[in-house]
């Protein structure tokens, strides 16, 4: 077909359906009427850059080319870890690092994207996160930070829920990272555990010292009782009924046979060793 096949050909109004159609699906992908929001989003309509009172959710929605324009806020779960220098009641130098898991209010993301804006980790969370973190650290002493930790997170967390919820953000979890204190403080605590050590097992010691003492008394009581009760048990019969035995016990044992040499006389006897009695 050549150049005037063609004319002829749009002069007879033929191509008219097609020209028409790709004009409106060129307007249709130019213009992009519709906005998609993802998992986990919400979109924030603008009409001319007023911020509507719609809050767009997860799907396909349409919308008025050039006059309304859809922002997407993400609404789930962020994490921010924040590190801070403050001071504790005692006037110890502590450091602190903590993680904070927070999202925005999905009905109220137009209202923070109104107010706020999409950086409202920089210009909310991590002030809120510092101002807290320094409030409540300042009302407990360095030992008492090591102590009673799980208190110090929760009274951190309330209180950073309550300030960020004015800003229609939510506050999901909070915990407390680690503490660090000056290596003075740390040699300090260092030192007092070891005092406190040594002062135990010294009292552990002392006290067994004390338990083998009264067991040598008890036992040293105990013999002196036993004699004690002997003694009154001893009589002049008793006496010569142990000296009857002893000598039992001798002639037992005496297998019969006469000393050879016998008393400190002037006249020993002599040989009569070897001689046995019938």
């Known amino acids: 077909m050549d150049f005037e096949d063609v004319k002829y050909e749009m002069k007879k109004g033929s191509w008219k359906p097609i020209i028409i159609v790709g004009i409106l699906i060129f307007l249709l992908f130019a213009f992009k009427p519709w906005a998609q929001v ?3 989003e919400r979109g924030i309509v603008l009409n001319f850059g007023a911020v509507e009172n719609t809050v767009l959710g997860e799907g396909i929605h349409f919308k008025i080319p050039i006059v309304q324009t859809v922002v997407l806020m993400d609404v789930k779960i962020q994490k921010a870890i924040t590190d801070a220098a403050s001071a504790s009641s ?9 993680a904070l898991n927070y999202h925005v209010i999905p009905d109220k993301a137009n209202v923070v994207y109104q107010s706020i804006g999409v950086e409202f980790k920089a210009r909310i969370i991590d002030p809120a996160i510092q101002e807290v973190m320094k409030a409540v650290t300042a009302r407990y002493t360095a030992e008492e930070l090591i102590t009673k930790r799980p208190a110090v997170s929760t009274e951190m967390k309330d209180a950073l829920s309550s300030r960020l919820l004015e800003s229609n953000i939510a506050v999901d979890a909070f915990s407390i990272v680690s503490f660090s204190f000056s290596q003075t403080f740390t040699d300090a605590i260092e030192a007092k555990q070891t005092a406190e050590q040594n002062a135990l097992k010294a009292k552990r010691d002392l006290d067994r010292i004390r338990v083998e003492a ?4 008890a036992a040293a009581t ?4 036993a004699l004690r009760l002997q003694k009154m048990n001893i009589s002049p019969d008793l006496i010569e009924l142990r000296k009857i035995e002893a000598n039992l016990k001798a002639i037992e044992k005496w297998n019969g046979i006469l000393p050879e040499v016998t008393g400190a006389g002037a006249i020993p006897f002599i040989g009569v060793g ?3 009695n019938d």
Do not use: F, H, R, Y
């Open 38 to 40: 993802g998992a986990g």
């Open 90 to 98: 005692d006037l110890q130098d502590v450091a602190l690092s903590v």
């Open 214 to 217: 009264e067991q040598t008394i």
């Open 222 to 225: 105990a013999e002196a009782e």
């Open 274 to 276: 070897g001689t046995k």
